[in-house]
């Protein structure tokens, strides 16, 4: 599953696009004043891994890839200007799981904006491809 978000502006504090299960399992990568900031949060562990943004509009990326050992991971990146994806952070996938968080909907993938507004000029989701889907 890939995700982008191009999030254009706004007077938020805080505006991003998130991988949820429930307010204290999820990941999140965002634009927090002139920086682009990876945020894993799984139950009382959180971590954090931050950049300076680029000018102007900034592409969002949330994407799950395959590993042997975990169900997947997930990598919270962002595109520079010219389109090439940089990985901010790259994280075990199982910790946004039910086995781990409990629920019955799994995972959620929204866009945020906290102390203010923000504006997003589109949202783009690419399920995984039919050999990665679960049956």
Not at 45 to 56: E, I, N
Not at 74 to 79: R, W
Not at 117 to 125: I, K, P, R, V
Request: charged content about 25%.
């Amino acid at each position: 599953m890939k995700v982008r978000a191009q999030l254009h502006d706004g007077d938020a504090l805080e505006a991003g696009v998130t991988l949820f299960m429930e307010e204290t399992h999820r990941y999140d990568i965002c634009r927090r004043g002139d920086q682009v900031v990876a945020r894993c949060t799984a139950g009382a562990l959180s971590s954090t891994a931050a950049t300076t943004a680029p000018d102007g509009p900034v592409v969002l990326t949330i994407e799950t890839r395959p590993h042997p050992n975990t169900p997947d991971l997930v990598a919270l990146g962002y595109e520079d200007a010219a389109g090439a994806e940089h990985v901010l952070a790259e994280v075990d996938g199982r910790y946004l799981s039910t086995e781990v968080v409990g629920g019955f909907t799994g995972r959620v993938i929204a866009m945020y904006a906290r102390g203010g507004n923000a504006t997003f000029d589109w949202f783009e989701y690419e399920p995984d491809p039919p050999d990665r889907q679960e049956p």
